[in-house]
């Protein structure tokens, strides 16, 4: 083997680790946050990320995770650009999506860490400081 | 040939450490009970947030 031939090599291992990057992160769903919430599995936490309702399989926890660590990368980057703290941005966003993005039936964690199921058209009850 | 084996190398270093800075994050998350927050932060917020869930559906 050539010096040239180890370069071109050299250069395709990297195109293919490049493509398998960019495969992995095409493969995030568009609906990720609302599928997982309609599986029955996970629900919305009053802290602002997903969490997993009882025991799921350790695929629903790595996309769960996955949801959550870009969400906390939103939660940093609005937080340095208002003044704020993460907790605070984290925690107004739970507010809108336990207003609106809970559906009847599926389930949601309040400030007491316990898990309830949305009660048909009722609507989830709000943390004190939510506006 | 000495080199030409750094070359092999470099993109696996480079494609290592791009992995491992998406995997975990670097606190565990858990739901902190003890929410202390100022409903008037929250309302300065509001907006910000709501635009942040609109661009992001399959995040939020």
Sequence with gaps: ?131 | MRRAKLLLLAPALISTAGCVSVSAPDKPIEINLNINIRQEVVVRLQEDVRELIEKNPGVF
């Design chain 1, 1 to 131: 083997m050539n010096r040239r031939t180890k370069t071109v090599l050299a250069a395709a291992l990297a195109g293919a680790l490049l493509l398998g990057t960019a495969g992995a992160a095409y493969a995030f769903q568009a609906d990720a946050a609302a599928s997982l919430r309609a599986s029955g599995q996970v629900g919305e936490q009053a802290d602002g990320y997903l969490g997993v309702v009882g025991s799921a399989p350790s695929a629903v926890r790595a996309q769960v995770d996955s949801v959550n660590i870009k969400r906390r990368a939103y939660y940093t980057d609005l937080a340095a650009k208002r003044g704020a703290k993460i907790e605070e941005v984290a925690a107004t966003t739970a507010c809108e999506l336990l207003r609106t993005k809970v559906a009847p039936g599926q389930f949601y964690r309040g400030t007491d860490g316990t898990w309830q199921k949305r009660d048909g058209s009722a609507a989830v009850p709000l943390p004190g400081y939510c506006g």
